[in-house]
Structure formats: C-alpha cells, structure tokens
C-alpha cells in the first residue's frame, strides 16, 4: 500500500514560482514510478511530470518542459514538483501519482495511487 501527501500549493502571481512536494510512504516505494498530474476546472486531469524513483529519468508535458522540474529526494521519500515562470493558465489542482505499471505514464489509468491534490491559482 502506498500513500501520498500533497503540499505547497497556494497563490501565486504570474512569473512566480512554486515548488510542490509529495510525501510517500510505503515500503517498496522506491520501486514505484511517480508522477505530476493536474486538473483544471471542467477539464481533465492531464500529465504534467514523470520520474523513475531510482534511476531519476524524468519526462515532461511539452508545454511545462523548461519551466518545470520534477526531482526526488531518497531520504526523505518525497518528490517535488520546482514550477518557475508560472502562468494563469497552470492555475489548478495538482495530483502526485505512483505506479509500478510500465509504460504509458502520461495516462491517467496506469497509476495505481494518487494523492488529494493540492490547489494552484496563478493570477494576472
């Protein structure tokens, strides 16, 4: 059983920054892929940021590449999620997922676990 713990969210202005944090637990967690996800109000939930718990291969959404970095911390069983150069348009609920499935990690249904969010707002 894995377990996710969303933190960092809040309002922010456009060209701020945030970082993101998600807290894991679980024994085997290093086994898992993790994964940013985010949804929009009245629109699905879409694929921000991927990352291979023990190796650090990362992947990114086209439109984040360059402003987002997803990383992890083996220590401390937490990913994060640095969003730079935040825009209005990445205001929403940010999800942090696991999987063990491999491939299609930018589809919603090959994660087994998901965290309950955490609001973004980017305003103009």
């Known amino acids: 059983q894995v377990q996710l713990v969303e933190s960092g969210g809040g309002l922010v202005q456009a060209g701020g920054s945030l970082r993101l944090s998600c807290a894991a637990s679980g024994r085997t967690i290093s086994t898992y892929d993790m994964a940013w996800f985010r949804q929009a109000p009245g629109k699905e939930r879409e694929f921000v940021a991927h990352?291979?718990?023990?190796?650090?291969?990362?992947r990114y959404a086209n439109s984040m590449k360059g402003r987002f970095t997803i990383s992890r911390d083996n220590a401390k069983n937490t990913v994060y999620l640095q969003m730079n150069s935040l825009r209005p348009e990445d205001t929403a609920v940010y999800y942090c997922?696991?999987?063990?499935?491999?491939?299609?990690?930018?589809?919603?249904?090959?994660?087994?676990?998901w965290g309950q969010g955490t609001q973004v707002t980017v305003s103009s």
């Open positions: 997922a696991a999987t063990r499935t491999v491939g299609a990690v930018t589809e919603t249904y090959a994660y087994d676990y």
């Open positions: 990352i291979i718990w023990s190796s650090g291969y990362t």
